[in-house]
Nanobody, 121 residues
Framework: QVQLVESGGGLVQAGGSLRLSCAAS????????MGWFRQAPGKEREFVAS????????DYADSVKGRFTISRNNAKNMTYLQMNSLKPEDTAVYYC??????????????WGQGTQVTVSS
C-alpha cells in the first residue's frame, strides 16, 4: 500500500513557476515508477510526466516538454514536478501517482488527492 500526499499548488501568473511535491508513505517507494497527471475543469484527466525507479527514464506530455521537469528522491520518498513558463492552460488539479509496473504509458495503482494549480493570464 502506498499513500500519496501532494503539496505546492497555488495561484501564479502566466510565465511564473511552481514546484509540486509528493510525499509517499511505505517502504516500497523505490520500487514504484512515479508520475503526475492533471485534470482541468470540464476535461478528462491527462498524463503530464513520469519517472522510472532509478530516475534514469522520464516521459513527458508534449504540452509540457521543455517547461516541466520531474524528479524523485528515493531516500526521502519524495517526487517533484518543477513547472516553469506556466500558461493559463496549465490550470488544473495535479495528481501524484504511483505505478508498480512502468513509467511509460502509466496505468497507476495509486493516486493522491490532488493539488490545485491556477495560472492567471
Amino acid at each position: 500500500q502506498v499513500q500519496l500526499v501532494e503539496s505546492g499548488g497555488g495561484l501564479v501568473q502566466a510565465g511564473g513557476s511552481l514546484r509540486l511535491s509528493c510525499a509517499a508513505s511505505g517502504r516500497t517507494f523505490s520500487t514504484f515508477a512515479m508520475g503526475w497527471f492533471r485534470q482541468a475543469p470540464g476535461k478528462e484527466r491527462e498524463f503530464v510526466a513520469s519517472i522510472g525507479v532509478h530516475s534514469v527514464d522520464t516521459d513527458y506530455a508534449d504540452s509540457v516538454k521543455g517547461r516541466f521537469t520531474i524528479s524523485r528522491n528515493n531516500a526521502k520518498n519524495m517526487t517533484y514536478l518543477q513547472m516553469n513558463s506556466l500558461k493559463p492552460e496549465d490550470t488544473a488539479v495535479y495528481y501524484c501517482v504511483a505505478d508498480s509496473r512502468t513509467f511509460y504509458k502509466m496505468d497507476p495503482d495509486y493516486w493522491g488527492q490532488g493539488t490545485q494549480v491556477t495560472v492567471s493570464s
